[in-house]
């Protein structure tokens, strides 16, 4: 038998590829898997159950929630507020759309939505806005150590997909003005709109 030589570049490009291959199945299978954890964090959200909830969360002092500026750290604090929310509205019912996956890693991955919240069975108020969970591979499988909600906006009724486009109407009121002059990036002069004497708005 005729021996065949291989030569240290030829095995280096042959491992390469075998890496690169490992490493495009192990990231598709963290996708999959991120996203079957975010069907049945939705699940449980609707099934009703602030603890069950809870019990998605990682229960360690470095857990934590962030919601439009405020900041609960550890598990405690995390299930206490789920027991608090479940307690004001009765029901929350939940709805993500737009969801991407980013694997940090083998044991970490971060996941980004649109969400929806139906807050309480009768004439619900309707919330939508962006979330952000950050997953942890634990011994007893994957765990959210942080998340992340910022609300758009309060809406009357669609049940509709999630769109990308923002709010159709501005949130914050607003005034109409005839622009005499462009003081700089973010400051404009319109006359006889304010009180002030130099009679400038400034963008929020």
């Known amino acids: 038998m005729q021996a065949v030589h291989v030569g240290p570049a030829r095995v280096g490009a042959v491992l390469l590829v075998s890496v690169t291959l490992v490493s495009g199945c192990l990231a598709q299978s963290i996708d999959d898997q991120i996203r079957a954890e975010i ?13 069950a909830v809870a019990d998605l969360y990682l229960n360690d002092d470095g857990a934590s929630t962030v919601g439009d ?52 069975g009768t004439n619900p108020q309707t919330l939508i806005g962006a979330m952000t969970l950050v997953y942890v591979r634990t011994p007893d499988g994957w765990r959210v150590a942080h998340d992340h909600t910022s609300t758009l ?10 769109g990308d486009s923002g709010p159709g109407e501005p949130v914050r009121q607003t005034t109409t003005c005839t622009v005499t002059r462009i003081i700089d990036g973010d400051t404009i002069e319109c006359p006889g709109r304010w009180p002030d004497s130099l009679h400038r708005h400034r963008h929020a």
């Open 153 to 162: 906006e309060a809406f009357e009724g669609s049940s509709g997909p999630l």
């Open 39 to 51: 069907a049945r964090y939705v699940t449980t959200v609707n099934r009703g159950d602030p603890r």
């Open 69 to 120: 500026g405020t900041i609960h750290r550890g598990w405690q604090a995390v299930a206490a507020l789920l027991r608090d929310a479940y307690a004001q509205f009765g029901s929350i019912e939940m709805a993500v759309d737009s969801v991407t996956v980013m694997a940090l890693g083998n044991d970490a991955a971060l996941a980004v939505m649109k969400y929806r919240w139906a807050l309480g």
